[in-house]
């Protein structure tokens, strides 16, 4: 049986029809981990930063309807990341490729209030109303959304641009929830990766200064490793299908150290005493 472990993790390697967010490893040969008690730390996590705010199949609020003074027509936004200004100017060349003008609807996001500000002109209105979820990204309420917006409209709510994302977690189920608490809950998680403010598309490597060790499930063999991302509230954290990679040291705990440490010197305590016999 091994004194220490070396966990290198690749979503590459995950099972078929797993996602790079939440994937299974499992090994050729089982870990033989034996009756000791374990532990772990997360060493490394290599990522891209890919998560979405706005996408049709993850999130239902990739669209909504525009009323150019004549005849309604839909605009659907790539799935993506998108500040204010970016989704202003996709809404905008879609505006213009349907051959109306695109200066007559404008999102404009205020620093000072956290709101976002929309304004039409000319007859144009917005229906942010279609059933899609996106006036909860920009800020709008129901009782906003209720009939087309027209004029100078302000959100009734804070622009919401990254979903209510505060945390992103780590979790894996090797984690003996008696030793990694989510407030007062027993969790899997292993780490939070802070990396918010990197900008979209960057390459993402979370190294840990120092480990911070975490007790393992007791199991005599370890034949697999789910890892998977989520926010603070618990939702999937996708980063489609961009590769993941964890590297995690396992070594049996403390506790079971001082115990074998204990059994050591009996042992030689006790064979002193009988050589003395």
Known sequence: MAQSILLNLSSDNRLPGESTDDFTIKFNSPINLGDNLWEMSIVSANLWNSN???????YNNDYFSYFNGAVNKVITIPEGIYNVAQFNAEV??????NGDIAA???????PSTLRVELTTLAGYTVNLGTGSLLYE???????????PLGGFVVGALRANINRGINNIYLRSDLIDPAGSYD??????????LSFQGRP??????AEKKYQMWIPVKRQQYLTSVRIRMTDQLGRQYSIRNEPLNVQIYMR??????N???????????????????
């Open 52 to 58: 979405p705010n706005i996408s049709g199949p993850l």
């Open 92 to 97: 905008q060349r879609q505006i213009a490729a």
């Open 104 to 110: 007559n609807i404008v999102f404009a996001a205020n």
């Open 137 to 147: 990204l920009l800020g709008f309420s129901l009782a906003q959304i209720a009939a």
């Open 183 to 192: 407030s007062k809950i027993g969790s899997d998680i292993l780490t939070d």
């Open 200 to 205: 979209p598309g960057s390459s993402i490597f």
């Open 252 to 257: 049996p705990s403390k506790q079971e150290r």
């Open 259 to 277: 115990r074998k440490l204990f059994e050591n010197f009996a042992t030689g305590i006790k064979g002193q005493i009988q050589n003395l016999q």
